[in-house]
Antibody, heavy 122, light 114 residues
Framework: EVQLVQSGAEVKKPGESLKISCKGSGYDFTDYWIAWVRQMPGKGLEWMGIIYPGDSDTRYSPSFQGQVTISADRSINSAYLQWTSLKASDTAIYYC???????????????WGQGTLVTVSS | DIVMSQSPDSLAVSLGERATINCKSSRSLLYSGNNKNFLAWYQQKPGQPPKLLIYWASTRYSGVPDRFSGSGSGTDFTLTISSLQAEDVAVYYCQQYYATPPYSFGQGTRLEIK
C-alpha cells in the first residue's frame, strides 16, 4: 500500500528554522516525483515545488523560490521542506503529494500525506 | 505561469440536484501531441487532504462515483455532480499540470447543501 507519512505539527517563533518531512512507503521512492503544497488557514491550495528523489532534480514555484528549500534523502525514503527563518505568514498546513506514474513530472497527485500544521507565532 | 480561476466561489445545491463548477485557465491546457487536456479536479473535506476525482479533464479516478464527471477542453472546464449527495459537501479545486511547473490550482469552490 502506498503511503506518505508526514512529520508532526510544529509550533515555532518568527526567525526560527524548521525542516518537516514526508516519508514514502509501498513503492520505489526514487522513481516518483514528490511535491509540496501549502494551505494557509481557511484558504486554498498553493503548489510550492517538486523534487525527483532519484537525482534530486528540484523545481520551485516562483512564489516560493528562495523562501523554502526542498530536498530528499533516498536512503530513508524521505522528502523535506525547510525554512531558515520562519515568518508568521508561513503558518499553514503543508502537504506532500505524489503523482500517479513513475518518472513523469506533469501528472496529477493521487497520493497525499496527511499534512503538517506549522504555526509560527511569537 | 498559468493562472486558474474557478466559479462560483461557493455554491448551495439541494440534495439530488445537479451541481456545476467551472474552471478557466489563462492558457490552453490541450496538448496537441496526445490530444489530452492537462487538467485535474480534487475534492477536499474538512480536516482531510485533497482527493483526486478527475484527471485528463474527464477521466474519473479509481473508485470515484459516476455521479462525478468532468468536461471541457482548451481553457474552459466543468466539474458536474449529477445528483448531489450529503457526502459531497466539500471544497473542490481544479489544477493544471501542463508542460513545466508550477502546476497551479484554482482558488476553490465551496459546495454546500441548500
Amino acid at each position: 500500500e502506498v503511503q506518505l507519512v508526514q512529520s508532526g505539527a510544529e509550533v515555532k517563533k518568527p526567525g526560527e528554522s524548521l525542516k518537516i518531512s514526508c516519508k514514502g512507503s509501498g513503492y520505489d521512492f526514487t522513481d516518483y516525483w514528490i511535491a509540496w503544497v501549502r494551505q494557509m488557514p481557511g484558504k486554498g491550495l498553493e503548489w510550492m515545488g517538486i523534487i525527483y528523489p532519484g537525482d534530486s532534480d528540484t523545481r520551485y514555484s516562483p512564489s516560493f523560490q528562495g523562501q523554502v528549500t526542498i530536498s530528499a534523502d533516498r536512503s530513508i525514503n524521505s522528502a523535506y521542506l525547510q525554512w531558515t527563518s520562519l515568518k508568521a505568514s508561513d503558518t499553514a498546513i503543508y502537504y506532500c503529494a505524489r503523482p500517479g506514474a513513475p518518472g513523469a513530472l506533469g501528472l496529477p497527485f493521487d497520493y497525499w500525506g496527511q499534512g503538517t500544521l506549522v504555526t509560527v507565532s511569537s | 505561469d498559468i493562472v486558474m480561476s474557478q466559479s462560483p466561489d461557493s455554491l448551495a445545491v439541494s440534495l439530488g440536484e445537479r451541481a456545476t463548477i467551472n474552471c478557466k485557465s489563462s492558457r490552453s491546457l490541450l496538448y496537441s501531441g496526445n490530444n489530452k487536456n492537462f487538467l485535474a479536479w480534487y475534492q477536499q473535506k474538512p480536516g482531510q487532504p485533497p482527493k483526486l476525482l478527475i484527471y485528463w479533464a474527464s477521466t474519473r479516478y479509481s473508485g470515484v462515483p459516476d455521479r462525478f464527471s468532468g468536461s471541457g477542453s482548451g481553457t474552459d472546464f466543468t466539474l458536474t455532480i449529477s445528483s448531489l449527495q450529503a457526502e459531497d459537501v466539500a471544497v473542490y479545486y481544479c489544477q493544471q499540470y501542463y508542460a513545466t511547473p508550477p502546476y497551479s490550482f484554482g482558488q476553490g469552490t465551496r459546495l454546500e447543501i441548500k
